[in-house]
Nanobody, 114 residues
Framework: QVQLVESGGGSVQAGGSLRLSCAAS????????MGWYRHTPVKQRELVAY???????YYADSVKGRFTISRDNAKNTMYLQMNRLKPEDTAVYYC????????WGQGTQVTVSS
């Protein structure tokens, strides 16, 4: 594991949309399941969604039906399309493998106002 760079966060009103991107080094990305995690000061790290190297997906109940995870294996990049955002989605979002963590990226801040 070498590098993870999250981007695409911002401030939006409730009901809005954002698309997050995770650019990873090939040593991290290729052949591995990848997940999106979020963290707030009052909640332990939460797994939001993950996608296997073959495209199988998982979503937390809190985001199911609103978020879509995808990956482009040729670009070593993962995405999280977030629609119908709610204030409770406010968090710093990180990407990483599903376990066997190396260093984490800086994360990207998502702020949803009511």
């Amino acid at each position: 594991q070498v590098q993870l760079v999250e981007s695409g966060g911002g401030s939006v009103q409730a009901g809005g949309s954002l698309r997050l991107s995770c650019a990873a080094s090939a040593s991290i990305f290729k052949g591995n399941a990848m997940g999106w995690y979020r963290h707030t000061p009052v909640k332990q790290r939460e797994l939001v969604a993950y996608i296997s190297s073959g495209g199988s997906t998982y979503y937390a109940d809190s985001v199911k039906g609103r978020f879509t995870i995808s990956r482009d294996n040729a670009k070593n990049t993962m995405y999280l399309q977030m629609n119908r955002l709610k204030p409770e989605d406010t968090a710093v979002y990180y990407c990483n493998t599903l376990g066997d963590f190396g260093p984490w990226g800086q994360g990207t801040q998502v702020t949803v106002s009511s």
